[in-house]
């Protein structure tokens, strides 16, 4: 895969965010030879070439004196690459990012290590076997779904299915009783809901499962050390396969060593179809909105470092993957992170780690409106690499209030977790930075109020703050070891197919799960 290299970057204490970089060839470096063999194209006829010949097998309709002056004698030699030095080609204008080409068994490598959590609810079968069938063999498929029980049966029928040829693949539902009962006993009871005291099952969100799904690959498979997301609703393949791949890329790119890697990509497009034409937006609606904010917040973040070090993060708008549903993570970072509930998820990944990891924040006030529990102290250095793809991003359509929705839990993130010291209390001695956090929070209320659409009267006046997302602790809080020995000696609807160093000590039923161990069915 060739992409232009990471070479600019936003330091912020021990958080680097690189610029984006672009997917410029999918399949360079797959190994094929870069000298033309045989059937290339070679102008015939003469040692340069016949231009005749060249002319003549133009389409017939051309005219081919349109061309003749097209290149001047001295631009000839742009003809013919074959001899040209990159680094000497004058055709390539200053100021052209440099390149990288990273070799396709380099790729294969890390995705051999990778497994790659598909979260899905209530998704078409024949949509969820599509997104499989262009994740790359190395990787581990995991399937957690939150469907209603026949859709889920039906879903593991396709996997069993799909993985009929040797593939390695895990399912769970993220109403396992199993899995429940050891979060709710080994570290993670946040994530499961009560009733009457009894622990019922893992709460439901795109979040929650995305959760579930980390501790069962760390639990069950520690071997990977890369674990990657990709949505079930997508309806291009051939872009699934381009995500991953672009995954291995960002992990192989990390330009600083010892640091740990989350990569997220940026579509080239995401497709509208508005009166029956396809409207290549780059930028999806909720997107939009929250990198706007998350910018803005790196900026007040600036505005508040009485240092000067954050100057650069002001007015920078490096970040453009605010929203990535498709990113990935070294297995180290997913597994001490705090995570976000539902679609908060990805925006509070940025929030969090610029709370964690950038200068001035590290000793700031721990108990600052209470919202520090659970973190884990020290979390190594991080580079955040941020990719744009080549394909168009298709998926299930969805409307403007779930869009609405999403935005606005993206701003929620931000608006109840500003990273200290912009939220430390004004007796403190960064109370001139905590106004400027104020400040911060009051221009999210006015944007909520002027895109309030739940009421056209009200535009313009004050509403409600944005959701306060769930924030849980992160997973490796969990006792890996006795949430194993839970979900393999209990296990109600877990599936582990093809995977030779872990075995279910009987063989799975689909079909009575719920009745039989009266789990909650999904809402
Ligand atoms: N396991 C599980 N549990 N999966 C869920 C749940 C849940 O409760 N809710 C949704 N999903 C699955 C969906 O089936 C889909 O595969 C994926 O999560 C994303 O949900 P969508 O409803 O398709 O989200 P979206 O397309 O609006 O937003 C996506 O893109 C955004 C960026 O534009 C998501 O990936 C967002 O997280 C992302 O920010
Ligand atoms: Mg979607």
Redesign the pocket.
Known sequence: MRLTEPTKALQLGNLSIMHLIEVLELDAGSGIPLEPVGSAFTPQGSEQGDEASFDDSLDGSLDGSDYDDLFSDDERDLRDLSDTDPEDDESVPDGVPPEVTIPQAQLETILGQMAVI??????DPNTIEGVLSGIPRGCLIVL????EARAYKKEVMMLRRFCRQARPALAIH?SDAAAAAAFNMYGLNDLVTHVGGTPKRIR???????M??IALVAALCPQRRYVA?V????MVPGAVNEYCRAFAAGFALNPNPGTETMVRLRWAS?PKVRNGEIDYTCE?R??QV?NRWLNKLLSAMADADPTGKLAAARDSEIIVT?????HAMTMDLALNLRLAN??A???FHFVELLDQLAPGNQNAHADRLGYSTGRVPNLQPVTIMQIRTRNPHF??V?DDS??RS?WAS?LGSIYHHLPAPLSTPASSPFSKSFARGEKLRGDILDFLADNNEENEDAKGELVHEPPRPRIYPPVSQLDLDRFREMVRSEHKTLFCLNLQHFKLPRPNTIVPVYQQYGVTP?L
Not at 118 to 123: D, H, L, Q, R, S
Not at 204 to 210: A, I, L, R, S
Not at 322 to 326: I, Y
């Open positions: 598909v979260p899905c609810k209530g998704e957690v779904s939150n469907s993220q439901n969100g795109k979040g929650e499962g995305m579930l799904g997301f949505d079930a609703d997508i995401k999806g909720s997107s929250v605010g929203n990535a549903g498709e539902g679609y998820i990805e925006p998926h299930r969805t779930h869009v999403m993206g999904p």
